[in-house]
T-cell receptor, first 111, second 111 residues
Framework: GAGVSQSPSNKVTEKGKDVELRCDPI?????LYWYRQSLGQGLEFLIY????????KSGLPSDRFSAERTGGSVSTLTIQRTQQEDSAVYLC?????????FGSGTRLTVV | DAKTTQPPSMDCAEGRAANLPCNHS???????VYWYRQIHSQGPQYIIH???NNETNEMASLIITEDRKSSTLILPHATLRDTAVYYC????????????FGKGTRLHILP
Protein backbone atom coordinates (compact mmCIF):
# COMPACT_ATOMS: atom_id res chain seq x y z
CA GLY A 1 0.00 0.00 0.00
CA ALA A 2 0.91 3.65 -0.16
CA GLY A 3 1.24 4.18 3.57
CA VAL A 4 2.11 2.49 6.84
CA SER A 5 -0.69 0.17 7.87
CA GLN A 6 -1.37 -0.83 11.46
CA SER A 7 -3.81 -3.37 12.79
CA PRO A 8 -6.01 -3.56 14.67
CA SER A 9 -6.99 0.08 14.85
CA ASN A 10 -8.57 -0.49 18.25
CA LYS A 11 -8.03 -3.25 20.79
CA VAL A 12 -9.71 -3.74 24.13
CA THR A 13 -8.24 -6.46 26.27
CA GLU A 14 -8.53 -7.72 29.80
CA LYS A 15 -5.73 -7.16 32.27
CA GLY A 16 -3.32 -10.08 32.20
CA LYS A 17 -3.98 -11.08 28.59
CA ASP A 18 -1.35 -10.96 25.84
CA VAL A 19 -1.81 -8.75 22.77
CA GLU A 20 -0.12 -8.52 19.39
CA LEU A 21 -0.03 -5.34 17.36
CA ARG A 22 0.93 -5.41 13.70
CA CYS A 23 2.69 -2.91 11.48
CA ASP A 24 3.06 -3.11 7.69
CA PRO A 25 5.65 -0.52 6.68
CA ILE A 26 6.00 1.11 3.29
CA UNK A 27 7.64 -1.31 0.89
CA UNK A 28 11.37 -0.73 0.65
CA UNK A 29 11.66 1.29 3.85
CA UNK A 30 14.59 -0.11 5.76
CA UNK A 31 13.89 1.48 9.13
CA LEU A 32 10.89 0.76 11.33
CA TYR A 33 10.04 2.37 14.66
CA TRP A 34 7.51 1.75 17.38
CA TYR A 35 6.34 4.54 19.66
CA ARG A 36 3.55 4.79 22.15
CA GLN A 37 1.53 7.76 23.24
CA SER A 38 -0.46 7.82 26.42
CA LEU A 39 -3.41 10.19 26.69
CA GLY A 40 -2.22 13.77 26.60
CA GLN A 41 1.44 12.77 26.52
CA GLY A 42 4.21 12.99 23.94
CA LEU A 43 5.64 10.23 21.80
CA GLU A 44 7.60 7.63 23.77
CA PHE A 45 10.19 5.68 21.81
CA LEU A 46 9.95 1.90 22.21
CA ILE A 47 12.06 0.06 19.64
CA TYR A 48 13.85 0.63 16.34
CA UNK A 49 14.72 -1.78 13.52
CA UNK A 50 17.22 -0.88 10.80
CA UNK A 51 17.79 -3.38 8.04
CA UNK A 52 19.47 -6.53 9.29
CA UNK A 53 21.07 -4.86 12.30
CA UNK A 54 20.17 -5.87 15.83
CA UNK A 55 17.18 -3.80 16.95
CA UNK A 56 17.53 -0.96 19.42
CA LYS A 57 15.29 -2.08 22.27
CA SER A 58 16.35 0.59 24.72
CA GLY A 59 12.88 2.14 24.93
CA LEU A 60 10.94 -0.99 25.86
CA PRO A 61 9.49 -0.29 29.33
CA SER A 62 9.65 -3.85 30.66
CA ASP A 63 10.38 -7.43 29.67
CA ARG A 64 6.66 -7.88 29.00
CA PHE A 65 7.23 -5.96 25.78
CA SER A 66 8.89 -7.52 22.74
CA ALA A 67 8.92 -6.91 19.02
CA GLU A 68 10.11 -8.67 15.93
CA ARG A 69 10.41 -7.80 12.30
CA THR A 70 10.14 -10.67 9.85
CA GLY A 71 11.89 -10.57 6.50
CA GLY A 72 12.76 -6.95 6.96
CA SER A 73 9.14 -5.98 6.45
CA VAL A 74 6.16 -6.63 8.75
CA SER A 75 6.67 -6.02 12.45
CA THR A 76 4.75 -7.32 15.45
CA LEU A 77 4.79 -5.71 18.88
CA THR A 78 3.78 -8.14 21.61
CA ILE A 79 2.74 -7.15 25.10
CA GLN A 80 2.45 -10.00 27.57
CA ARG A 81 0.32 -9.95 30.72
CA THR A 82 -1.09 -6.54 29.90
CA GLN A 83 -1.52 -3.97 32.65
CA GLN A 84 -3.79 -0.94 32.77
CA GLU A 85 -0.80 1.38 32.40
CA ASP A 86 -0.17 -0.19 28.99
CA SER A 87 -3.27 1.59 27.69
CA ALA A 88 -2.09 3.97 24.98
CA VAL A 89 -1.94 4.53 21.24
CA TYR A 90 0.87 2.48 19.73
CA LEU A 91 2.32 4.12 16.64
CA CYS A 92 4.52 2.56 14.00
CA UNK A 93 6.64 4.54 11.56
CA UNK A 94 8.89 3.56 8.69
CA UNK A 95 11.63 5.48 6.99
CA UNK A 96 13.86 5.07 3.92
CA UNK A 97 16.86 6.98 5.21
CA UNK A 98 15.36 10.21 6.38
CA UNK A 99 11.90 11.39 7.22
CA UNK A 100 9.20 9.24 8.77
CA UNK A 101 5.82 8.08 7.64
CA PHE A 102 3.58 7.15 10.55
CA GLY A 103 0.68 4.77 10.61
CA SER A 104 -2.63 5.72 12.22
CA GLY A 105 -1.82 3.72 15.32
CA THR A 106 -3.49 1.05 17.42
CA ARG A 107 -5.47 2.30 20.39
CA LEU A 108 -5.00 -0.26 23.16
CA THR A 109 -7.30 -0.21 26.14
CA VAL A 110 -6.63 -2.57 29.03
CA VAL A 111 -9.65 -3.06 31.28
CA ASP B 1 16.58 13.15 25.79
CA ALA B 2 15.32 15.16 22.86
CA LYS B 3 17.94 17.38 21.24
CA THR B 4 15.46 20.19 20.68
CA THR B 5 13.51 22.57 22.87
CA GLN B 6 10.21 24.16 21.94
CA PRO B 7 7.66 26.30 23.77
CA PRO B 8 4.88 24.11 25.15
CA SER B 9 2.07 26.09 23.54
CA MET B 10 1.28 29.01 21.27
CA ASP B 11 -1.80 30.81 20.02
CA CYS B 12 -2.28 32.28 16.57
CA ALA B 13 -5.23 34.08 15.01
CA GLU B 14 -6.81 32.43 12.02
CA GLY B 15 -5.47 33.85 8.76
CA ARG B 16 -2.27 35.12 10.34
CA ALA B 17 1.18 33.60 10.03
CA ALA B 18 2.09 31.13 12.74
CA ASN B 19 5.79 31.18 13.64
CA LEU B 20 6.92 28.21 15.69
CA PRO B 21 10.45 28.38 17.14
CA CYS B 22 12.80 25.52 17.90
CA ASN B 23 16.20 25.54 19.59
CA HIS B 24 18.75 22.90 18.64
CA SER B 25 22.00 24.34 19.92
CA UNK B 26 23.84 20.99 19.90
CA UNK B 27 23.02 20.17 16.29
CA UNK B 28 25.84 18.44 14.39
CA UNK B 29 27.05 19.46 10.96
CA UNK B 30 25.35 16.62 9.11
CA UNK B 31 22.04 16.72 11.01
CA UNK B 32 18.90 17.95 9.34
CA VAL B 33 16.04 19.74 11.05
CA TYR B 34 12.67 18.07 10.59
CA TRP B 35 9.22 19.25 11.50
CA TYR B 36 6.19 17.04 12.07
CA ARG B 37 2.75 17.74 13.36
CA GLN B 38 0.18 15.60 15.08
CA ILE B 39 -3.46 16.43 14.77
CA HIS B 40 -5.61 14.95 17.50
CA SER B 41 -6.04 11.18 17.26
CA GLN B 42 -3.84 10.87 14.18
CA GLY B 43 -0.26 9.73 13.62
CA PRO B 44 2.37 12.45 13.19
CA GLN B 45 2.59 13.95 9.71
CA TYR B 46 5.78 15.11 8.00
CA ILE B 47 5.84 18.82 7.19
CA ILE B 48 9.27 19.90 6.01
CA HIS B 49 12.98 19.45 6.59
CA UNK B 50 16.18 21.34 5.88
CA UNK B 51 19.93 21.37 6.46
CA UNK B 52 21.04 25.00 6.35
CA ASN B 53 19.17 26.76 3.58
CA ASN B 54 15.65 28.02 4.05
CA GLU B 55 13.06 25.69 2.61
CA THR B 56 9.49 26.14 1.42
CA ASN B 57 6.84 23.69 0.32
CA GLU B 58 3.09 23.72 -0.08
CA MET B 59 2.58 23.36 3.65
CA ALA B 60 5.12 25.65 5.28
CA SER B 61 8.42 27.46 5.24
CA LEU B 62 11.46 26.60 7.34
CA ILE B 63 13.91 29.30 8.35
CA ILE B 64 17.21 28.07 9.80
CA THR B 65 19.59 30.52 11.43
CA GLU B 66 23.06 30.90 10.00
CA ASP B 67 24.64 29.16 12.99
CA ARG B 68 21.97 26.41 12.70
CA LYS B 69 21.29 26.53 16.40
CA SER B 70 17.65 27.40 15.96
CA SER B 71 14.91 27.37 13.38
CA THR B 72 11.39 28.63 12.82
CA LEU B 73 8.53 26.87 11.12
CA ILE B 74 6.18 29.30 9.41
CA LEU B 75 2.60 28.49 8.49
CA PRO B 76 1.85 31.52 6.28
CA HIS B 77 -1.94 31.65 6.63
CA ALA B 78 -3.02 29.56 9.58
CA THR B 79 -6.41 27.87 9.50
CA LEU B 80 -8.36 26.07 12.21
CA ARG B 81 -7.19 22.80 10.69
CA ASP B 82 -3.62 23.71 11.61
CA THR B 83 -4.43 23.23 15.29
CA ALA B 84 -2.03 20.46 16.29
CA VAL B 85 1.10 19.59 18.23
CA TYR B 86 4.20 20.51 16.22
CA TYR B 87 7.41 18.56 16.76
CA CYS B 88 10.89 19.70 15.78
CA UNK B 89 13.58 17.00 15.64
CA UNK B 90 17.14 16.78 14.36
CA UNK B 91 18.52 13.79 12.61
CA UNK B 92 21.40 12.79 10.36
CA UNK B 93 20.33 10.73 7.35
CA UNK B 94 21.71 7.23 6.95
CA UNK B 95 22.37 6.96 10.65
CA UNK B 96 21.47 3.94 12.74
CA UNK B 97 19.97 5.79 15.66
CA UNK B 98 16.59 6.21 17.20
CA UNK B 99 14.79 9.50 17.15
CA UNK B 100 13.52 10.97 20.37
CA PHE B 101 10.57 13.31 20.09
CA GLY B 102 10.27 16.11 22.61
CA LYS B 103 6.94 17.37 23.88
CA GLY B 104 6.46 19.70 20.92
CA THR B 105 4.45 22.90 20.73
CA ARG B 106 0.69 22.77 20.99
CA LEU B 107 -0.54 25.35 18.48
CA HIS B 108 -4.03 26.76 18.98
CA ILE B 109 -5.53 28.59 16.03
CA LEU B 110 -8.07 31.10 17.28
CA PRO B 111 -11.10 31.95 15.12
Amino acid sequence: GAGVSQSPSNKVTEKGKDVELRCDPISGHTALYWYRQSLGQGLEFLIYFQGNSAPDKSGLPSDRFSAERTGGSVSTLTIQRTQQEDSAVYLCASSPNYGYTFGSGTRLTVV
Amino acid sequence: DAKTTQPPSMDCAEGRAANLPCNHSTISGNEYVYWYRQIHSQGPQYIIHGLKNNETNEMASLIITEDRKSSTLILPHATLRDTAVYYCIVRAPNRDDKIIFGKGTRLHILP
